[in-house]
């Protein structure tokens, strides 16, 4: 039998909060062994995790290469001529692993090194509520002397992420792909099934049509991004229309077929069969946290109904010493959200009085115009019992929105009725993304309308519609 090593902070996943706790923990004078099964099997993607290596950051440079296109085939808007704009999608898929992917992935690796971080190659299986081993990834034979390492510890972190959900006939396989096969395509779909309108469907929807696809998302529900507010969504429905896109709502997938070079997707609306041919489909109607392949069961940590994790402000599962962060526990799927409770849980086991609060957590979908949120919307805010009240100021009033051509959509802050106190704000528009830090610190630090209004934001730029969304809840507005 191995021996027994016994290590100080433990973190099972090298994913978005999987290495900021590492880091975090070794600047708090931990020292830390991070456990990650590599990127040799399918579903291990490797330090970064998902959303690094096959997820919100390789769809970036995907949805940027489709911008650059469309700019390059048409921009008679600017009086530039239009050109014979071709693109090379295998040097698009060589730019987007090699000079996005793996750089980003190289520096984790060195900010790991810097901070000392034991790295062990492997896959973590829980024995108890004490110890672990690590076995090498992949397939295990039936009769495997292996026993890897076992490994106990003061504070374990788990971080072990989700994977896609797959659902009935559609087995992932062949022409049937989830969202990493949608980023790993080595041609351009000239017909493409997206099955699921949330953020990866309908980011991947706009990205695929930008680059030269006909596009059809089949959403089960009766509108696409189901998140947000449905003034938001039709800015983004309008012109994912524009791009060719089909958007079938109510549309319940019944079973795929395939042969070497097509799929056919089988759907239901309205107790009526249809069917659609593509080139590809892929299915996005969300992801399953991963608490259920590592032995958890052998342990006494609790679950909820929803195969999450239960924890508590600081990331503390129901057992001493185990946190648990990111994917597996209750709250949204979202990389930052899993930063920052990876850097509570290393303060927490570092005696520091961290607690994650969800007041401000950004959500953002890269579609085009970009939407983010943060706080609570209007129905939220009555459900609490909170009288509120909203302003909003359009895109199509800001200088710097209309120089770009991008006029549409607008910011809006939902605010208590009596003191003018922010408790969420919204923004459809370009650059959302960005804007959406200074909403995000704007409700965290629960500003008065005022308190915006008197911030004096430069010009021309995107952001100034804070300012101005403000001057319109004093009933002060300026340019509208």
């Not at 992935?105 to 299986?125: N, Y």
């Not at 949204?332 to 850097?343: I, N, Q, S, V, Y």
């Amino acid at each position: 039998m191995a021996d027994v090593e016994k290590k100080d902070t433990v973190i099972v996943g090298g994913g978005p909060g999987g290495y900021v706790a590492a880091i975090r923990a070794s600047e708090l004078g931990q020292k830390v062994t991070l456990i990650e099964k590599g990127s040799g099997e399918p579903n291990h993607t490797g330090l970064g995790g998902v959303c690094l290596n096959v997820g919100c950051v390789p769809s970036k440079a995907l949805i940027a290469a489709g911008h650059r296109l469309q700019q390059a085939l048409d921009s008679s808007t600017y009086g530039i001529s239009k050109t014979d704009s071709k693109i090379d999608f295998n040097k698009t898929q060589e730019w987007k692993q090699k000079k996005v992917v793996d750089r980003m992935t190289r520096g984790v690796k060195m900010l790991l090194k810097k901070h000392k971080v034991e790295v062990i190659d492997g896959e973590a299986v829980m024995d108890n509520d004490h110890q672990l081993r690590v076995l090498k990834a992949g397939p295990k034979q039936f009769m495997d002397f292996d026993g890897g390492r076992t490994i106990t510890w003061n504070n374990l972190i788990l971080a072990t992420g989700s994977r896609p959900v797959e659902i009935p006939n559609f087995k992932f396989e062949g022409r049937v792909i989830d969202s990493t096969g949608g980023l790993g395509l080595t041609e351009i779909p000239k017909e493409f099934v997206v099955i699921g309108g949330g953020y990866i469907g309908t980011e991947l929807a706009g990205a695929y049509a930008d680059l030269g696809s006909h596009v059809t998302i089949l959403e089960g529900s009766d509108s696409i991004l189901g998140g947000f507010d449905k003034d938001m969504v039709k800015v983004v429905e309008k012109n994912l229309k524009k791009k060719g896109i089909d958007i079938v709502t109510n549309a319940m997938a019944k079973n795929s077929s395939q042969d070497d070079s097509s799929v056919t997707v089988t759907y239901e609306v309205d107790g009526k069969e249809n069917t659609i041919k593509a080139d590809y489909c892929m299915v996005s109607v969300g992801r399953k946290p991963n608490t259920d392949n590592f032995g958890l069961d052998m342990t006494s940590v609790k679950l909820n109904d929803h195969h999450q994790i239960i924890v508590d402000k600081q990331g503390k599962t129901n057992v001493d010493h185990i946190y648990a962060i990111g994917d597996i526990v209750p709250g949204p799927a979202l990389a930052h959200k899993a930063f920052f409770e990876g850097k509570t849980a290393a303060g927490a086991i570092a005696g520091k009085n961290t607690a994650n609060d969800w007041v401000g957590v950004p959500a953002v979908c890269f579609t085009d115009p970009e939407l983010a949120e943060v706080g609570m919307n209007v129905e939220q805010a009555k459900e609490k019992g909170i009288e509120v009240a909203t302003s909003q100021f359009p895109f199509a009033g800001n200088a710097r929105a209309v120089s770009l051509d991008e006029p549409e959509g607008f910011v809006r802050f939902i605010y208590t009725k009596d003191k003018k106190n922010i408790v969420g704000a919204q923004v459809v528009g370009p650059e959302a993304s960005t804007l959406a830090g200074e909403l995000s610190l704007i409700v965290n630090c629960g500003m008065n309308v005022e308190d915006v209004a008197l911030t004096i934001h430069p010009h021309p730029t995107l952001n100034e519609p804070i300012q101005e969304a403000a001057d319109v809840a004093l009933g002060l507005p300026t340019h509208i």
